[in-house]
């Protein structure tokens, strides 16, 4: 288990691979179930959840499966309403001054036996997640931009840090089941973390981050998107790997850090050929070699991504690993 190795800290001559957003619209497989069924069904019927979440282990070969889902699933067990639209943000239907969180009382059950069933068919490591809680917290407002949930931390700190509070149990009882239901590991998307000043993440973000991550038992990356302000904090996070995206240099980050680094091929790389494509992954490989890497890239895969391209990638990882 390769994978598993890298992220307890075990180094070794070959590098994991899996991709963010692998099960996914670049996947015809996936297109075509979408065709039968929202993207919310999608998410909430175990089977589905399920057979989802094989597709690109079966279809790409990728060294770990993450769980078919939405960051924003857990907000049903606030009663929200979430709408998906293709091609816009997701819509969250929520009132922010009235939020009550009573435990999950088996809002979310269908996350958990979709898990179970997914163990039944395969040996891959099974990634879970769930949202950074500023992350989440972002979604709440409807605003593409973010404007406004930063003007809400800004101007209404208190309200904002009880807001987090709720998010930050919620996100640790619901990756507790899903590491009690069978998840090898979690994955923390804190996608949006990048948008604050960094003393702002330090001080109104990152003590919910660390509760989370110290409160769960089992291994876990911390990913977040265009950090570079923020790595010095990031990596006092006691996770077992970070992963960033391509607006970094993996290598020089290794020099503050002795944990695994996740990352970092920049997605765009998929809509080329294959002889860039070799180019740039082989870069990112060489780059990383002797070091604890697990290769992904340094954000989800494009929808447009030619699904050609995605195997071919990961045949370059498996094939450099190889000589
Ligand atoms: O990585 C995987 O393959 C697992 C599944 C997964 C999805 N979303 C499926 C999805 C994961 C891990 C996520 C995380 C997620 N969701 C994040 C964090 C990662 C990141 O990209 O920064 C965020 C910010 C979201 C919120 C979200 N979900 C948005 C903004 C959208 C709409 C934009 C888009 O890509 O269409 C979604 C929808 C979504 N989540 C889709 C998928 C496959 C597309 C749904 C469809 O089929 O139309």
Known sequence: MIF??????IKGPKTPVWLMR???RALKEYRDLRRDYSFLQMCTVPELVAKTTLLPVDILGVDAAILFSDILIPLLALNAKIFYHEGTPPVVEIDINNLHYNG?????NFVFE?????????????IGFAAGPFTLFCYLFNDAKFYSPKAFLY?????????????????????????????????????????LPPKIYKEYVFDYNLRILSSLKKPSIYFAHSANHLIDYILDLPTNAYSFDWKVDLKTISKKTDKCLQG?????????????IKKHTHDVLNNMQGLLHIFNLGHGVLPQTPQDNLKFLVDVVREYNNN
Request: hydrophobic share 35%.
């Open 4 to 9: 598993l190795d890298r992220l307890n800290g």
């Open 22 to 24: 692998q099960a996914g």
């Open 104 to 108: 999950l009382s088996n809002k979310l």
């Open 114 to 126: 979709g898990i179970k069933l997914i163990k039944t068919q395969t040996n891959r490591p099974l």
């Open 155 to 195: 101007q209404e700190t208190k309200k904002f840090k009880k807001i987090m509070e709720l998010l930050t149990t919620l996100t640790i009882d619901y990756l507790n089941a899903q590491l009690k239901s069978g998840c090898d590991c979690y994955q923390l998307f804190d996608s949006w973390a990048g948008i």
């Open 264 to 276: 970092n091929l920049d997605n765009t790389i998929l809509l080329t050929n294959k002889e860039t």
